[in-house]
Each structure stands twice: as C-alpha cells, then as structure tokens.
Nanobody, 115 residues
C-alpha cells in the first residue's frame, strides 16, 4: 500500500509564496514519476507539474516561471515551490505517483490566495 501525504498549504496574499511537500510511504518513490495537480472550486482537476525519476521537469503554461518542482529521493518527498502567487492559483493541490506499481493520489492540501 502506498500513501501520499501533502502538507504546506494555507492562506497567502497575492504575490506571496508557499512551499508544498508530498511525503510518500513505501519503497516506490525512487521509481515513480511524481506529479502535482490542482482543482479549483467548480472546475476539473488540472495538471500543474511533474518530475521524472532522473529529475527532468515539466510545467503547465499557467505556472511556468513561477512554480518549481523538486524531489528528494533520500527523503521520499516531492516539493512544489510556488512564487508570485495569484488569486487564480487558489485550489486544492494533489500529489500523484505513477510507476510500474500503478497510480496513487494524496488527499490534497488547500491553497488560498487572497488579500
């Protein structure tokens, strides 16, 4: 069984920063492609970023240049540094792991950008 637990969400003013973390249990992390998704109220879940096993990254156009995804294989964590936050970044952020073991999701962490 794989468990993903997100943390680091909260309330921040526009232009501010937050750092999300996702901790993975089990031995799957080093072999997993790790993703961040988000879901705003009344909208479908959307892709934010991924980081491959070797460290290559990809971002949605809406966050490119503002968000940075990273992973620490020794600590089984993936992080999402979010800078220059906008009101439209408000959403529940989810971590996803994908690999030969299947696909697993975390429970999500709320990010609210508001003055």
């Amino acid at each position: 069984q794989v468990h993903l637990v997100e943390s680091g969400g909260g309330l921040v003013q526009p232009g501010g920063s937050l750092r999300l973390s996702c901790a993975a249990s089990g031995s799957i992390f080093s072999g997993a492609i790790m993703y961040w998704y988000r879901q705003a109220p009344g909208k479908e879940r959307e892709y934010v970023a991924y980081i491959a096993r070797g460290g290559s990254t990809n971002y949605a156009d809406s966050v490119k240049g503002r968000f940075t995804i990273s992973r620490d294989n020794a600590k089984n964590t993936v992080n999402l540094q979010m800078d220059s936050l906008k009101a439209e970044d408000t959403a529940v952020y989810y971590c996803k792991a994908r690999g030969s073991f299947g696909v697993y999701w975390g429970q999500g962490t709320q990010v609210t950008v508001s003055s």
